[in-house]
């Protein structure tokens, strides 16, 4: 079972743009996988793979706004993060609210919203309750002498910890984990795999086997690789995993080959704990303008892993507006700009805590609000598998950054609509020819109903695994979308406050997907 594999990934050192060492990819941890062996790509080569949008010869004032210098941000956040994970974290890390990778990242977003020149430049602590950690997990399958050590087993966040020694029991297969793959499936006090048909975790099979009684169940990316992927709640009442599909299909093949009644035994254990006394932080920074009305830009600084697309870029492109507003004169900046790091974006129950905030104190904030922009993973590059009947196995880039999904304004505030539409087009931004017609998802899901809101965000197969590294995230898409976010603002500020202010409107009957 055991493969060799090539991956663009596969890296010992990178080099930024400016040819200097950046960040090494992780090979996927697996007795199934053998290590990446393929040789490094630079990082300057993948960024030189995309062709950037040429700038209209009436958009030269945005020149500026450099995409390079951006993904720079993108590199850094990642370090961070696996300075948490090298500090004794390797299989649950990343920007995680509440950890020390969380205060290094505030500490960091201050000291570049000072750097630029912004003004009251603040943290806005907020205590926390309990935080679910994970302490140790193992996930051990044995069939007639023949063992596998499922490595990329990720628990899903905020799942209950397992028994003291962990559980012992049948492993079964149960394919997507529809209804007609139950049929005939005895799966109580079993442990299921079923396969994710989206590649990411859809829940739907997690939870079906749940409810028919399964001990603990995992759900198999189809994604190719071995990727770690941590996924929000499952849903499920048991314990549940996500698995990279290396280890999957090695699970699945054991299972098939199994004879005569003789299910494959696995053993699984899964300790957490959860840490009290906890705090979290928004970070704030002000170009203050002409008048008292104002524009928000706001993205969270969380992230899972490396981050580097969610949110690293929307972090990055928050950076770059406020480098390019700061060089325009206190008199030529209409509307008061307030730059936002949010946190908590990921945590389950906890999740949002820092737009929660926000909203709470929404009276005081946005009496006079224009705009907000929420910046959410707007680079993320187009990538293919290479197919398996070919030797190894493949990630390739294409030179082009994904589509995004987009929201502005509503259909109460058609001319923010218009004003972000033609900002897309104008700076060659790959966003879905009609805004999206339900609540925006992630931060901006909770703003769009009391204030003119704008996102635009692109949700691409590898967000949240190990495999979200800052090659993920093109310098071109980073460049394009903050132009045009800069372009929606300067044409928002020639318009009176009045036309994008209305009544607040009703809850939606969902909560919005982050």
């Known amino acids: 079972m055991n493969r060799t594999m090539t991956h663009v990934f596969a890296a010992a050192v990178l080099l930024t743009a400016t040819g200097q060492p950046a960040l090494a990819q992780p090979a996927p941890r697996s007795t199934i996988a053998q290590s990446l062996t393929a040789p490094a790509l630079p990082l300057s080569r993948v960024q030189d793979g995309v062709i950037p949008f040429p700038l209209p010869k009436d958009s030269q004032a945005y020149a500026s706004i450099d995409g390079k210098k951006m993904h720079k941000y993108v590199v850094e956040l990642a370090e961070i993060s696996r300075r948490y994970r090298d500090a004794g974290h390797p299989k649950f890390w990343g920007r995680i609210m509440g950890t020390q990778s969380d205060i290094e990242t505030n500490e960091w977003l201050a000291a570049k919203f000072k750097s630029i020149g912004l003004s009251d430049v603040r943290t806005q602590p907020i205590d926390l309750p309990p935080q679910w950690m994970p302490k140790s997990w193992d996930v051990t399958m044995t069939l007639g002498g023949q063992t596998i050590h499922v490595e990329s087993a990720q628990p899903d966040y905020g799942d209950d910890g397992l028994p003291a020694g962990g559980i012992e029991t049948d492993a079964v297969y149960a394919g997507l984990g529809t209804e007609a793959d139950f049929s005939g499936k005895d799966v109580r006090g079993k442990a299921v795999f079923v396969y994710s048909m989206l590649g990411l975790q859809d829940q739907g099979g997690v939870r079906r086997a749940s409810e028919k009684g399964a001990a603990v169940v995992f759900e198999v990316s189809m994604l190719p690789g071995n990727m770690r992927y941590q996924a929000y709640p499952s ?87 406020a480098e390019y507003y700061a060089k325009i004169p206190k008199a030529k900046r209409k509307r008061t700009l307030i730059f936002v790091g949010l946190d908590g974006h990921h945590n389950g129950a906890d999740g949002g805590v820092g737009r929660r905030w926000m909203v709470a104190n929404k009276a005081t904030l946005f009496p006079k609000t224009a705009l907000l922009i929420n910046v959410e993973h707007p680079s993320t590059i187009v990538t293919q598998s290479r197919p398996r009947y070919y030797p190894g196995d493949e990630i390739a880039w294409a030179n082009t950054y994904m589509p995004l999904e987009w929201y502005a304004g509503g259909k109460s505030r058609p001319e923010l609509r218009k004003i972000t539409w033609d900002a897309f087009r104008k700076f060659g931004v790959p966003a879905e020819f009609d805004p999206s017609p339900t609540p925006p998802a992630g931060d901006a899901g909770v703003f769009f109903r009391f204030l003119p809101a704008v996102s635009a965000s692109e949700y691409h197969s590898y967000f949240h695994t190990d495999w979200e590294t800052p090659e993920m995230v093109p310098w071109t898409g980073l460049e394009a979308a903050t132009r045009a976010f800069a372009k929606i603002i300067d044409e928002v500020n020639k318009l009176p406050l009045s036309t994008f202010q209305r009544p607040e409107e009703p809850a939606p009957q969902r909560a919005a997907a982050d």
């Open 235 to 321: 849903g499920a009442k048991v314990p549940s995993f996500t698995v990279g599909n290396d280890d999957g299909t090695a699970v699945r093949r054991m299972i098939e080959a199994a004879k005569n009644g003789a299910a494959p035994k696995i053993k699984v254990s899964l300790e957490i704990e959860k840490v009290p006394n906890k705090q979290t932080a928004l970070i704030w920074g002000t170009l203050p303008g002409a008048t008292d009305e104002t524009i928000y830009i706001v993205a969270h600084k969380d992230g899972w892993f490396d981050g580097a697309s969610d949110n690293g870029g929307g972090v990055a492109s928050m950076l770059g507006l």
